[in-house]
Structures are given as C-alpha cells and as structure tokens.
C-alpha cells in the first residue's frame, strides 16, 4: 500500500506559518492605557501680576562705544583693549550697573601697555552672532574671585556697539552656532547653570534665551562643577529635575 503524498501538504502549513510571522512583525500593538493630559492650572488666580523684574544681569543693554571706528565693518582689526577702554566711557541705553568693573580691573586694563602680563582682557573671538554676514567680536575681562565678565560688541554702520555684557562666575563660555553658551557652578553639589544667549532682532541685543540648571557628571562627558568661590551674578530661579525612584 502506498504512503500518502505529505510534502505539498507540510510546504503548504509553513508557508502559511511564514506568512503569518511576516504580517504580525510590522503591526501597531497597544502600549496599554495612557494617563489622560491634565492641562495647566493657575495657581492664586487673584494675585496681581508683576509690572517690573527684581533683579537685572544686563540682557537687552546696549551701548555705543565712543570714538571707536570700524572701517569696512571688519571688527577683526580693532584692538581689543582699546576697544575695552573706550567701552569705560560708554553710556548704556540703560543703566543696570552690570557693566561696571572693579576699579582695580580698571587699574589693570589701563596699565596693560606697559604691563601686558597683568592685563585681564583676554584674546577676543570672532563669530557671525545676529546673521547680518559680519563677524561680532566676543570679549572677556577676567575678575576677581575667578569670575568673567563677557562682552560681544557689533560693527554698525562704521560705528561699534555692545550688545552684550554680563559678569558670572565661569566654568566655561563656548560658541553653538549663532548662540554664547555660559557654564556656571551652581551652589546645589552635581548641578550648574548653563545660559544660552541668542540675537533678537527685535531688541537689537543678545538675550538670554534659555537659562537653566542642569544635572552634571563624568557620563556626560563634563568634569563636576565646582563649588562657586565668588558671589554669582542674581539669575532667575531655575526648578530642579528630581530623581527618579
């Protein structure tokens, strides 16, 4: 008695079986039921809203220094302790005081001719921060206390004008792009600040557009921050991530 003929019958069952593993591998599955959005509620609804800021670091100050020229718009070829020594002289659009220096820096950036070694204005950089096709100049004039005050000036129109200057203590400044990021040691242990400030045009100056407090550590590929040795500049109150249980 001849067996029966299961060869077409098993290639049949596993290319159904096959069939079926391929449809089920690009499916949508359900990831179970998800909490409803809950939509933000005000708080003391009653409370009168704040007309001015309490504290001022100098975003949105600009100033024009006098008696410096920039010819072809080319801040590459200016001095910059010069240019830092008109920016004394200069009179803000308004005054917040953030600009002021020590008087012992001052001391220093009028002595750095003869005393260069001394002279806490650092080498300038140069970057396109407000996307007009010319370079701004970046500054720093070291302080006491291991802080740093930042000033990034603009050619406008054969004239220079500060569009910038705030004094922090620094861990780092960088430059992203068209954004002036500043690190900053937070007195919270494992945590800094970080500010990115960013051109509006709107103002005609560089504001701090994002300012944050940020969980750091060797993962991320940043050295702990350390602990401030200087009084920081006042910063708007940043909430702090909690840990996950």
Not at 46 to 54: F, I, M, R, V, Y
Not at 64 to 69: L, S, T, Y
Not at 82 to 90: N, Q, W
């Amino acid at each position: 008695m001849r067996r029966p003929r299961l060869l077409p019958a098993l290639v049949a069952v596993a290319g159904a079986a096959l069939l079926a593993g391929c449809g089920t591998g690009g499916e949508l599955r359900s990831a179970g039921r998800m909490p409803a959005a809950v939509g933000p509620v005000r708080l003391w609804p009653t409370l009168p809203p704040a007309s001015a800021a309490p504290y001022d670091y100098g975003e949105g100050e600009t100033a024009r220094i006098p008696g410096i020229r920039v010819p072809g718009g080319d801040v590459r070829r200016l001095d910059p302790v010069a240019v830092v020594r008109a920016g004394l002289k200069a009179l803000p659009d308004r005054s917040s005081g953030v600009d002021e220096l020590p008087d012992r820096t001052v001391e220093q950036i009028n002595a750095c001719r003869d005393a260069p070694r001394s002279c806490p204005v650092l080498p300038p950089y140069f970057r396109d921060l407000t996307g007009d096709g010319k370079d701004e100049m970046v500054l720093a004039i070291r302080l006491a206390g291991r802080q740093l005050s930042v000033r990034v000036y603009m050619p406008d129109a054969g004239a220079l004008i500060r569009i910038m200057s705030t004094s922090d203590a620094v861990i780092s400044v960088e430059l992203a792009g068209r954004d002036l990021i500043m690190r900053a040691p937070s007195a919270i242990t494992g945590y800094e600040y970080r500010t990115a400030w960013s051109w509006d045009d709107r103002q005609r100056a560089m504001l701090p557009t994002q300012d944050e407090i940020l969980r750091i550590g060797q993962d991320k590929g940043h050295p702990p921050s350390p602990r401030p040795s200087a009084r920081r500049t006042p910063r708007p109150t940043a909430s702090v991530p909690a840990e996950r249980r």
